[in-house]
T-cell receptor, first 112, second 113 residues
Framework: EDQVTQSPEALRLQEGESSSLNCSYT??????LFWYRQDPGKGPEFLFT???AGEEKEKERLKATLTKKESFLHITAPKPEDSATYLC?????????????FGQGTILTVHP | GAGVSQSPSNKVTEKGKDVELRCDPI?????LYWYRQRLGQGLEFLIY????????KSGLPSDRFSAERTGESVSTLTIQRTQQEDSAVYLC???????????FGPGTRLLVL
């Protein structure tokens, strides 16, 4: 069974204090790993897709990396507006072709 | 362009009643997905439609849940004889193709009293 585990569950940072969120996965044939941001009361907002180990993607203060077992979302010099829940999901091979398997998310709070 | 839209945004119902939730995907997207998000938990896959293929219903939690999609447009998720444990946010997503990036709507918040 495909599994996705995110850590930490919650992270509090001071503005400008860089850190990383972790997403560990166990899947049968990774087709893609996705990062989403979710603000309270809203649907997940797409950030990145990573397809193969060694791949990296960047957007503003965020950088996502991928290895064969985990992905990291690095946040450089965060601002209070980066506060949100960050979700990691995997798209795996197998019988449930279209399904994404999500982790529980990391709640990020950035204090000014 | 317009994103995924869902209606209603909020629904309060009594235990035992049936509810219908609607999703309008992004125009041109062939794949459509329904997920459930319980309070403080991750998203749980329910069902997936891809073009004219038979839907993947492997995530539906019971036979009280069903979904339909008309062609490559609107989808409705129906929950019959609602129970309190059905209270959750129901999220719809669409993608250009079956293995493409999924874009989510704002969700329908369902509360069963």
């Amino acid at each position: 069974e495909d599994q996705v585990t995110q850590s930490p569950e919650a992270l509090r940072l001071q503005e400008g204090e860089s850190s990383s969120l972790n997403c560990s996965y166990t899947v049968s044939g990774l087709r893609g790993l996705f990062w989403y941001r979710q603000d309270p009361g809203k649907g997940p907002e797409f950030l990145f897709t990573l397809y193969s180990a060694g791949e990296e993607k960047e957007k503003e203060r965020l950088k996502a990396t991928l290895t064969k077992k985990e992905s990291f979302l690095h946040i450089t010099a965060p601002k209070p507006e980066d506060s949100a829940t960050y979700l990691c999901a995997v798209h795996a091979g197998g019988t449930s072709y279209g399904k994404l398997t999500f982790g529980q998310g990391t709640i990020l709070t950035v204090h000014p | 362009g317009a994103g995924v839209s869902q209606s209603p945004s909020n629904k309060v119902t009594e235990k035992g009643k049936d509810v219908e939730l609607r999703c309008d995907p992004i125009s041109g997207h062939t794949a459509l997905y329904w997920y459930r998000q319980r309070l403080g938990q991750g998203l749980e896959f329910l069902i997936y439609f891809q073009g004219n293929s038979a839907p993947d219903k492997s995530g539906l939690p019971s036979d009280r849940f069903s979904a339909e999609r008309t062609g490559e447009s609107v989808s409705t998720l129906t929950i019959q004889r609602t129970q309190q444990e059905d209270s959750a946010v129901y999220l719809c997503a669409s993608s250009l193709v079956g293995i493409g990036t999924q874009y989510f709507g704002p969700g329908t918040r369902l509360l069963v009293l």
